[in-house]
């Protein structure tokens, strides 16, 4: 999976109950994402980060949270649980150069469950 | 605004016959990557290809296929005599940016059985 952690892989959450899901790289890519995947919708982007210190929305960014304060690290934080935010989650790095074209890898997903 | 639209939402195929999945696209860039992931029934995505909008020469690798055609915005993959471990959804996608700092936009999938 190109380097990318994602922490924890299963949970289950209660309504209105907050956690962060953890994204770690060790390839030093400058481009970090989240997409969560639901059935029949492919998937579709939360929030992204081109760099440290630096994030922006997604398709998708409402009632989630990032920050990058460093290269390594991107993680995604549910402010207030939500069952609509059962979902699996993706982080996702890559390369800003031409030459790979920003081809993104996946990290092995995350399992979110809210009841 | 880009878009990439599987129609097949779901195919099934014998095993060893060939299939080929559908992609289409659209954008208003004139510079543009597109991507095929797969995703098989333990969940990880799995990068296959990467075509940039300059190379238009189809790829072949081993018994995958890529053709693409931008007259038809359409970038279709194809597997030769197919086999029950290609069972997975395919993801097909799309990014106009080629700094890197443009998010993927994804097909919703096509999900692949290949019975034996």
């Known amino acids: 999976n190109a380097g990318v952690t994602q922490t924890p892989k299963f949970q289950v959450l209660k309504t209105g109950q907050s956690m962060t899901l953890q994204c770690a790289q060790d390839?030093?890519?400058?481009?970090m994402s989240w997409y969560r995947q639901d059935p029949g919708m492919g998937l579709r982007l939360i929030h992204y980060?081109?760099?440290?210190?630096?994030?922006d929305q997604g398709e998708v960014p409402n009632g989630y949270n990032v920050s990058r304060s460093t290269t390594e690290d991107f993680p995604l934080r549910l402010l207030s649980a939500a069952p609509s935010q059962t979902s699996v989650y993706f982080c996702?790095?890559?390369?800003?150069?031409?030459?790979?074209?920003?081809?993104?890898?996946f990290g092995e997903g995350s399992w979110l469950t809210v009841v | 605004a880009q878009k990439v639209t599987q129609a097949q939402t779901e195919i099934s195929v014998v095993e060893k016959e060939d299939v080929t999945l559908d992609c289409v696209y659209e954008?208003?860039?004139?510079?543009?990557?597109l991507f095929w992931y797969k995703q098989p029934p333990s969940g990880e995505l799995v990068f296959l290809i990467r075509?940039?909008?300059?190379?238009?020469q189809n790829e072949i690798s081993g018994r995958y296929s890529w053709n693409f055609q931008k007259s038809t915005s359409s970038f279709n993959f194809t597997i030769t005599a197919s086999q029950v471990v290609d069972s997975a959804v395919y993801f097909c996608?799309?990014?106009?940016?080629?700094?890197?700092?443009?998010?993927?936009?994804f097909g919703k999938g096509t999900r692949l059985s290949v019975i034996a």
């Open positions: 996702a790095i890559s390369e800003s150069r031409w030459e790979t074209g920003n081809t993104i890898y």
């Open positions: 390839m030093n890519h400058e481009y």
């Open positions: 980060s081109v760099g440290a210190g630096i994030t």
């Open positions: 954008t208003r860039d004139t510079t543009y990557y």
């Open positions: 075509r940039n909008s300059f190379d238009e």
């Open positions: 996608a799309l990014s106009e940016d080629r700094s890197g700092n443009t998010p993927l936009v």
